[in-house]
């Protein structure tokens, strides 16, 4: 005797099963951030110093690291913010002749920072 299924199931004789797989595509931005770092020799007082610049890509206003030496070969490190479109040194208590290049530094951050604009990857994975 055989048994088949619609008689131990009438109600489900025909069942068919329907796999849906949804696959749920999006699109995520990687952003590449470079590692942005330079030297500028500018005239300060009556020598040329280095000031080498960094910046932190992980500030929320565009920042960078700045430090130079002076002349007894002595670290000075401060820090250099856009703020409301003009570059901003932290500390206030910084040397005379390194407010004096205030401008210059302005000048040099203004140039780079435009070029960085300009080169800012996103690429779409």
């Known amino acids: ?18 796999f849906v797989i949804k696959r749920k595509i999006t699109f995520q931005m990687l952003t590449i951030l470079k590692n942005i770092h330079f030297t ?4 300060a007082g009556s020598s040329l110093k280095e000031f080498n610049f960094r910046k ?51 000048q040099i951050l203004e140039e780079t920072n435009k070029n960085e604009d300009e080169a800012e990857t996103t690429v779409e994975i």
């Not at 005797?1 to 099963?17: D, F, G, K």
């Not at 500028?40 to 005239?43: A, G, S, T, Y």
């Open 40 to 43: 500028r020799l500018v005239k």
């Open 56 to 106: 932190l890509g992980y500030a929320n206003v565009p920042t960078f690291h700045v430090d130079v030496t002076d002349e007894r070969a002595n670290r000075i490190v401060f820090t250099m913010q856009k703020l409301e479109g003009s570059w901003i040194m932290t500390p206030l208590d910084l040397p005379k002749w390194i407010k004096e290049v205030c401008t210059s530094l302005n």
């Open 1 to 18: 005797m055989w048994i088949n299924a619609a008689s131990i199931y009438p109600h489900n004789h025909r069942v068919s099963i329907v």
